[in-house]
């Protein structure tokens, strides 16, 4: 069954230093899901992409689909203790806006005041 | 809202024991899902509902596992008899069908489970 792989697995970066974190997967997305989820708790939704090329960004997170539609980044712009936390994306792989997520591993970031 | 609401948040058991977790969705979301969080195999989703009718229980790993959705308003997830290595974070989440809703799902707090 298709996964979605996302890299690194974890990153320890010191506080207001910039970041990626990146999401693959070997078949289209028609929708891609950002999650984070803070240690102990529920995950919580942060951007969707839908389009070929399309970037969203919320506060200091940036978050872009490339044109294929199979990779997805998360750009973290100087990084704060609050960021820290499981990254995780997520996606139906296999058919258009579906609901049957499956989620990428996760990468775990911890950011040092 | 108050969000997707979980009970237990935590549960401690011994092997054998039946294991029943709670989750009252959003109101108004027309579909619910459970997930497993373990480290070695991540999230998993185990079994969706819409409109309260199990869509698509490919996930649930054994029949030890069965989960019901009475209504719109609750969903338990059972597991009978539990086992050591059931021992996972359970997640319940809802969400909303649509162009406009995204179909973003809103995920619980979680049920940390523990079989003994």
Redesign the interface.
């Known amino acids: 069954s298709q996964e979605l792989e996302q890299s690194p697995q974890s990153l320890i970066v010191q506080e207001g230093k910039n970041l990626t974190i990146n999401c693959t997967s070997s078949k289209t997305l028609y929708?891609l899901?950002w999650?984070k989820q803070k240690y102990?708790?529920?995950?919580?939704?942060l951007m969707?992409l839908q389009k070929g090329g399309e970037e969203k960004s919320h506060e200091k997170i940036t978050a872009k689909l490339d044109e294929k539609k199979q990779q997805s980044s998360l750009h973290i712009t100087a990084s704060q203790p609050s960021h820290a936390g499981i990254y995780?994306c997520?996606a139906d792989p296999n058919r258009p806006?579906?609901?049957?997520?499956?989620?990428?591993?996760?990468t775990r970031l911890s950011v040092l005041p | 809202d108050a969000g997707?609401i979980q009970s237990p948040r935590h549960e401690v058991t011994e092997m054998g024991q039946e294991v029943t977790l709670r989750c009252k969705p959003i109101s108004g979301h027309d579909?619910l899902?459970w997930y497993r969080q373990t480290m070695m195999r991540?999230?998993e989703?185990l079994i969706?509902f819409?409109n309260n009718v199990p869509i698509?229980d490919s996930g649930m790993p054994e029949d030890r596992f069965s989960a019901k959705m009475p209504n719109a308003s609750f969903s338990t997830l059972k597991i009978q008899p539990s086992e050591p290595r059931d021992s996972a974070v359970y997640?319940c989440?809802s969400?909303l069908?649509g162009f406009l809703a995204?179909?973003?799902?809103?995920?619980?707090?979680?049920t940390?489970l523990s079989v003994l």
């Open positions: 929708g899901y999650y102990g708790e529920g995950l919580i939704f969707m995780l997520g806006y579906g609901q049957n997520f499956v989620f990428g591993p996760g | 997707v579909y899902f991540g999230l989703l969706y819409n698509d997640f989440a969400s069908k995204k179909n973003i799902q809103y995920f619980g707090a979680g940390r």
